[in-house]
């Protein structure tokens, strides 16, 4: 059974940073993209990033470059996202999941979730 | 990176049908066979109902169907049921990007 776990959320203040956590398992990790998808409180999902099975291509969404870092450790079947200079924008449930490549060459989308993890970025 | 555009809310009642529309561009829904949708319950996390426009993943009902003409694509949710209401969201691959939807309250009366 996939199963994907988040963790590393919690409050924290402006310009402050914070790193996610996700351990995967039931599936063979380092085979697959994976993504970060956020969901502010009330609102939609955003997509967020975008990392390759080895690492080598990382994509994110134009309002987190060059403040969010997605990246992977397959020994340690992990997927993080290092947030910098948060703003309060950035408060949302985080979550993980497993991305598909279904004829193409960069995910089309996202068939496994995990239940999220939320990040409060206050004063 | 503009979000897809979907209706606020829909409705029907036990047994109709109910169809959402997901409006994007030619650089999203337009220029892809790349369109997925989502189902989401309240407080917990979305789940994959369609991809690739009209494909459904093993154990999604059949009452559940997609389509796309142009820049938009469609979900069809026929014979609605209880469980069937939920916030839905459609995706659209964009070359180096994702983009979901404003997403969609459906309702069952």
């Known amino acids: 059974e996939v199963q994907l776990v988040e963790s590393g959320g919690g409050l924290v203040q402006p310009g402050g940073s914070l790193r996610l956590s996700c351990a995967a398992s039931g599936f063979t990790f380092s085979s697959y993209w994976m993504s970060w998808v956020r969901q502010a409180p009330g609102k939609g999902l955003e997509w967020v990033a975008n990392?390759?099975?080895?690492?080598?291509?990382?994509y994110y969404v134009d309002s987190v470059k060059g403040r969010f870092t997605i990246s992977r450790d397959n020994a340690k079947n992990s997927l993080y996202l290092q947030m910098n200079s948060l703003r309060a924008e950035d408060t949302a449930v985080y979550y993980c999941?497993?991305?598909?490549?279904?004829?193409?060459?960069?995910?089309?989308?996202?068939?496994?979730w995990g239940q999220g993890t939320l990040v409060t970025v206050s004063s | 990176q503009s979000a897809l555009t979907q209706p606020p809310s829909a409705s029907g009642s036990p047994g109709q049908s109910v169809t959402i529309s997901c409006t994007g561009t030619?650089?999203?829904?337009?220029?892809?066979?790349?369109v997925s949708w989502y189902q989401q319950h309240p407080g917990k996390a979305p789940k994959l109902m369609i991809y690739e426009v009209s494909k459904r993943p093993s154990g999604v009902p059949d009452r559940f169907s997609g389509s796309k003409s142009g820049n938009t694509a469609s979900l069809t949710v026929s014979g609605l049921q209880a469980e069937d209401e939920a916030d839905y969201y459609c995706?659209?691959?964009?070359?180096?990007?994702?983009?979901f939807g404003t997403g969609t309250k459906v309702t069952v009366l």
């Open positions: 030619s650089s999203d829904v337009g220029g892809y066979n790349y």
């Open positions: 999941a497993r991305a598909r490549i279904v004829g193409a060459r960069k995910p089309t989308l996202f068939d496994y």
């Open positions: 990392i390759k099975q080895d690492g080598s291509e990382k």
């Open positions: 995706s659209s691959y964009a070359g180096s990007n994702n983009v």
